[in-house]
T-cell receptor, first 111, second 114 residues
Framework: EDQVTQSPEALRLQEGESSSLNCSYT??????LFWYRQDPGKGPEFLFT???AGEEKEKERLKATLTKKESFLHITAPKPEDSATYLC????????????FGSGTRLSIRP | NAGVTQTPKFQVLKTGQSMTLQCAQD?????MSWYRQDPGMGLRLIHY???????DQGEVPNGYNVSRSTTEDFPLRLLSAAPSQTSVYFC?????????????FGEGSRLTVL
């Protein structure tokens, strides 16, 4: 059974203070690992897809990386508008077309 | 181009009542899915569909039914509502589904069961 564990549950940073969010996964044959951003009261918004270990994707102050067991979302010099919940999800070749999400990391950036 | 539209946005039910959450998309996506989101538990997959006439169960399917008679619509039926089904429900659609993981989400339907 595919599983996704995210840590920490919540993270408070000062504006400009870089950090990383962790996503550990268990899946039989990784098809893809996905990162989403969710603002309060809204549906999640797609950020990245990573397919294989060593792959990296960047978007503004965000960079996602992937190893065989985990993914990191690095946030460089964050701004208050980066405050949101960040969700990680996976799809495995053995689990048909299911996309399974973790519980998310709630990120708060103080000005 | 409205994207993914969910109705109603808010609903209060009594235990034992039935209802249908509606989901429609205008992007001609084959893949559609329903998730529920509870505090501290992230998104949990209820049911999904890879095309009209094809549906499958997710992680938490009990108490819910789905059907997919058209590409555009994917309604979620609660057969006999229970307080444990109090949650925020999200519908999502995708052109390539789990291959790219790029889901487009609706704004959610907040359901309270008393």
């Amino acid at each position: 059974e595919d599983q996704v564990t995210q840590s920490p549950e919540a993270l408070r940073l000062q504006e400009g203070e870089s950090s990383s969010l962790n996503c550990s996964y268990t899946v039989s044959g990784l098809r893809g690992l996905f990162w989403y951003r969710q603002d309060p009261g809204k549906g999640p918004e797609f950020l990245f897809t990573l397919y294989s270990a060593g792959e990296e994707k960047e978007k503004e102050r965000l960079k996602a990386t992937l190893t065989k067991k985990e993914s990191f979302l690095h946030i460089t010099a964050p701004k208050p508008e980066d405050s949101a919940t960040y969700l990680c999800a996976v799809s495995g070749y053995s689990s048909a077309s299911k996309i399974i999400f973790g519980s998310g990391t709630r990120l708060s950036i103080r000005p | 181009n409205a994207g993914v539209t969910q109705t109603p946005k808010f609903q209060v039910l009594k235990t034992g009542q039935s209802m249908t959450l509606q989901c429609a998309q205008d992007m001609n996506h084959e893949y559609m899915s329903w998730y529920r989101q509870d505090p501290g538990m992230g998104l949990r997959l209820i049911h999904y569909s890879v095309g009209a006439g094809i549906t499958d169960q997710g992680e938490v399917p009990n108490g819910y039914n789905v059907s997919r008679s058209t590409t555009e619509d994917f309604p979620l039926r609660l057969l006999s509502a229970a307080p444990s089904q109090t949650s925020v429900y999200f519908c999502a659609s995708s052109y390539e589904g789990s291959r790219t993981g790029e889901l487009f989400f609706g704004e959610g339907s907040r359901l309270t069961v008393l």
